[in-house]
């Protein structure tokens, strides 16, 4: 199981930290474009996700902090899928910034059905 964290030490910035998602565990997560099983995003930091043409990025477990932000820069998606798995939680000033999208996102479980240990979200 990896982690990443993205870490500012507490301080708000205006600079974002650029990622990618990629095929990464194709055991695990056939055919998914993730960043790490587990991301993690500290107080302050924001994130800019930035791919091309992919609709569709797993969070396998996400949580993010106090003023944080993710930003997919996706190119070329008129209609985006944020997939999450065992854990999704974001505080109330976390921004998750959608704007370059073209048309729609949704945000959906890929956890199975009756699996309690998993399916977890909480917003802000």
Do not use: C, W
């Amino acid at each position: 199981m990896d982690l990443l964290l993205i870490d500012n030490e507490n301080h708000v910035s205006d600079k974002y930290t650029q990622i990618s998602a990629t095929q990464r565990a194709p055991k695990d997560y056939p055919g998914e474009y993730i960043m790490a099983e587990n991301l993690l995003i500290a107080e302050g930091a924001h994130l800019n996700v930035k791919n091309l043409g992919v609709n569709a990025i797993l969070f396998p477990t996400l949580q993010m902090f106090q003023n944080t932000k993710i930003s997919f820069d996706l190119t070329s998606v008129d209609n985006f899928v944020l997939k999450y798995r065992n854990h999704f939680s974001v505080h109330e000033t976390t921004i998750l910034d959608f704007t370059k999208i073209k048309q729609s996102t949704q945000i959906q479980s890929i956890a199975a059905a009756g699996d309690t240990e998993f399916n977890l979200v909480a917003l802000g």
